[in-house]
């Protein structure tokens, strides 16, 4: 077959494929709730829901894309709201609408509440009152893999920008709270946006449902060119190319370049969710037919490409031993950073001038080499602003050592208990460090592909770089030291006495909440800048959380403040101790996960429960690490 041929037969089929682009709805992600539990078949509530459902093929379309519709009352009544972006048109919105509910009921085919986004689109039902209210659970993001150059040209652009359209959404009318616009970075580059509420918002609402997706971006999408999140309630996007459509177009619109998809803080109702895998696909198969043979070459070198420097990289992260030697400087006691449970810490230099903080691991792990090796490359890939980042590893004979990067001002329990040092860590900087531990632990609770319980949460294990920002370290010793530790239940208990969980401490039981009460004594110890196993009040040794409880029930919780904090806001430091004693409670399942956590503490609108009896402090005869 000559070339000419082939190339029209190539056209032939990148023309059928992009065809079924436009005429199938993108799925981005879903969600079943359990929030109101699950119906039956033949329920009044499936009756009333295949009602409203159904509702929508026999709509007239209008020309803002917003319904609200409802079936029966109270626990059996369906509420539905839809809403299409607002640069679809209404034939297309309607369409994508029905789509949605079609699918909808088949992913979720028995919870009373569920939620489902499509690109052009999202739908959601439950048997709960929600018009007029602002919701942000549960939520996800996307962003594209892509960097930019001048990130902070680009971050102060894009801020301003989304403070803009926040702005002109939220004051929309009742029909429609949607905004677009762009922002120059440089002459050669520009930024897009769009932000859009549900227009049953009031404008204050629409203001705070935005301003918190807004916020979500730092965690998401730092130094990305494009990003997206997306709530129950409002979302929002940007871009380096225009993806919006001005003259509202009739075919669905393209998603950003090259975009990556991990699930971001979901609700800690989420029973099941799912986000579409054709969203690459769509990007592989829209290309135009004129490059269509040349996109089939430079796949294959593309791919080859990223064959070899994936081996390379796994190559490059395994250092020599005599480097690390040399770098310790023969690990000498003056290059000792600290010692715990799993091994010693030493500070070291390797040629490039290149400061290393490097673990020597004790020898009784029972990995083989290559288990070993696999566990670290794993591991490597976690990638957050409030982790401590692991480089490499060495191995030899018996020898493993785990790299990490270097953080100059050591860990969180060198200010905190320095009676000197605490003067430094006013309220500020101790909201910072107690927002990015949780946004630390929630990453590798949710949002991490490897879903890493830490087990060991404590101050010590909380360093701080040079802006006191807070990086969590030693957060894959569980999976690089303990395989049993991915259980339900462990022989093997590792940790600390007065930050353990008692089902962990007492029976060897974990799980994610097991780090949420360590969280919440790590968050009483800020708070008070006392540790809770030498916890003092006057001349007196308390348990810190019988303490906090006491005064807590007392109404004189303010006591348990550091004097040094003074000056704090009275409102947050209260809510930050009801925070905590939520996080210690002794039920596990009472705790909040670490999603409702960071909710809870970045927005004052989120009502926080009653806390319970928390778990006192348990004497065992666990290894102290």
Not at 253 to 269: D, I, R, V, Y
Not at 430 to 439: D, L, P
């Amino acid at each position: 077959m000559d070339c000419s041929r082939q190339f029209f037969f190539s056209s032939l089929i990148v023309t059928f494929l992009l065809s079924l682009t436009v005429a199938q709805q993108q799925l981005l992600y879903y969600f079943c709730l359990d929030t109101s539990g699950s119906f039956t078949r033949s329920s009044t509530y499936e009756a009333n829901l295949n009602r409203v459902l159904s509702s929508f093929s026999s709509n007239t379309a209008n020309d803002y894309g917003f319904y609200n519709i409802s079936s029966g009352q109270g626990s059996e009544g369906a509420n539905a709201i839809a809403l299409c972006r607002g640069d679809v048109n209404s034939g297309g919105c309607l369409d994508c609408i029905n789509n949605a509910a079609t699918e909808l009921r088949n992913l979720c085919s028995n919870e009373k509440e569920a939620i489902i986004w499509y690109e052009n689109c999202l739908l959601r039902y439950t048997n709960r009152s929600i018009f007029g209210v602002a919701e942000t659970n549960p939520s996800f993001y996307m962003w594209n893999v892509n960097n930019v150059t001048d990130l902070d040209a680009f971050n102060q652009a894009l801020i301003a920008l989304m403070d803009n359209l926040s702005t002109n959404a939220s004051s929309g009318t009742s029909l429609r709270k949607f905004a677009t616009g762009s922002a120059e970075v440089t002459a050669a580059q520009t930024i897009y946006a769009l932000v859009q509420c549900t227009p049953d918002l009031t404008r204050p609402a629409c203001s705070s449902c935005l301003s918190q997706a807004i916020a979500l971006l730092p965690s998401c999408c730092n130094s990305k060119q494009g990003g997206m999140v997306f709530g129950p309630s409002c979302n929002l996007r940007f871009d380096i190319k225009r993806f919006y459509n001005l003259a509202t177009a009739d075919a669905p619109l393209p998603p950003p370049s090259a975009p990556q998809s991990p699930p971001s803080p979901p609700s800690s109702k989420r029973t099941r969710g799912k986000m579409s895998n054709s969203y690459r696909t769509i990007i592989i198969i829209t290309v135009p037919a004129a490059a269509f043979a040349v996109l089939l070459i430079s796949s294959c070198i593309f791919f080859l490409r990223v064959k070899k420097s994936k081996a390379k990289a796994e190559k490059s992260l395994q250092y020599d031993f005599s480097t690390i030697r040399a770098a310790t400087d023969d690990f000498s006691d003056t290059n000792k950073l600290g010692q715990g449970g799993f091994g010693t810490v030493y500070k070291g230099t390797i040629a490039s001038g290149e400061l290393i903080a490097v673990k020597r691991l004790t020898t009784d792990s029972g990995q083989g080499d290559l288990e070993f090796k696999n566990e670290v490359q794993l591991v490597t890939k976690l990638q957050h602003k409030n982790l401590v980042r692991l480089q490499g590893f060495c191995l030899e004979g018996n020898e493993r050592l785990l790299i990490y990067e270097f953080v100059p001002n050591a860990s969180l329990d060198q200010f905190l208990f320095d009676p000197v040092r605490r003067a430094y860590l006013d309220w500020e900087r101790r909201q910072k460090i107690i927002g990015g531990i949780a946004q630390g632990l929630l990453y590798l609770h949710e949002d991490s592909r490897l879903q890493i319980i830490h087990c060991n949460l404590k101050a010590s294990n909380i360093l701080l770089d040079a802006e006191l920002n807070p990086k969590i370290s030693d957060f894959g010793m569980g999976r690089l030291c303990a395989l049993d530790q991915t259980q339900s239940v462990t022989s093997r208990i590792e940790g600390t006495n007065g930050y353990m969980a008692p089902e962990y401490a007492l029976h060897g039981q974990f799980s994610i909440k097991s780090d949420v009460f360590s969280f919440g004594v790590l968050l009483l110890e800020i708070l008070c800048g006392q540790k809770n196993s030498a916890f003092c009040v006057g001349e007196n040794v308390e348990d810190l959380l019988s303490y906090a409880w006491r005064i807590w029930k007392d109404g004189t919780a303010l006591k348990l403040v550091d004097p040094i904090l003074w000056e704090a806001s009275r409102t947050q430091v209260m809510r930050c101790i009801h925070i905590g004693l939520l996080c210690v409670q002794e039920n596990a399942a009472q705790r909040p996960n670490m999603a409702s956590v960071v909710l809870m503490l970045t927005s004052d609108s989120v009502t926080v429960p009653l806390p319970s009896e928390p778990a006192f402090f348990v004497h065992s005869n666990t290894r102290k690490t």
